[in-house]
Nanobody, 126 residues
Framework: QVQLVESGGGSVQAGGSLRLSCAAS????????MGWFRQAPGKEREGVAT????????SYNDSVKGRFTISQDNAKNTVYLQMNSLKPEDTAMYYC???????????????????WGQGTQVTVSS
């Protein structure tokens, strides 16, 4: 059973930075994708970014392009989300997600990901 554990959330002022981490376990197949999603109060969960585990290709929501960077450390089975130039509208619960099998760049679409972490809160104040 795949398990995902997020960390790194917190409170920051607008313009600041945070780095989220997601440690994954419970799988052996190497062709996977991992992603970050977020859900603000009263809104639907939306995709933020994804990364293809075997090749490293990435996909981003237009709203975070140029500010957020997804990366991975395959030796540690960990995915990161570096968030810079944070805005109040980035405030949300951030979830790590896992998709397997995955054979290339994955769009950040909820229905494609079958495993989810518990989430970590990010709050950006103006």
């Amino acid at each position: 059973q795949v398990q995902l554990v997020e960390s790194g959330g917190g409170s920051v002022q607008a313009g600041g930075s945070l780095r989220l981490s997601c440690a994954a376990s419970g799988y052996t197949y190497r062709y996977n994708c991992m992603g970050w999603f977020r859900q603000a109060p009263g809104k639907e969960r939306e995709g933020v970014a994804t990364i293809y585990s075997a090749g490293g290709s990435t996909s981003y929501n237009d709203s975070v392009k140029g500010r957020f960077t997804i990366s991975q450390d395959n030796a540690k089975n960990t995915v990161y989300l570096q968030m810079n130039s944070l805005k109040p509208e980035d405030t949300a619960m951030y979830y790590c997600a896992f998709r397997s099998p995955c054979y290339g760049t994955s769009p950040p679409e909820l229905g494609l990901f079958g495993y989810w972490g518990q989430g970590t809160q990010v709050t950006v104040s103006s």
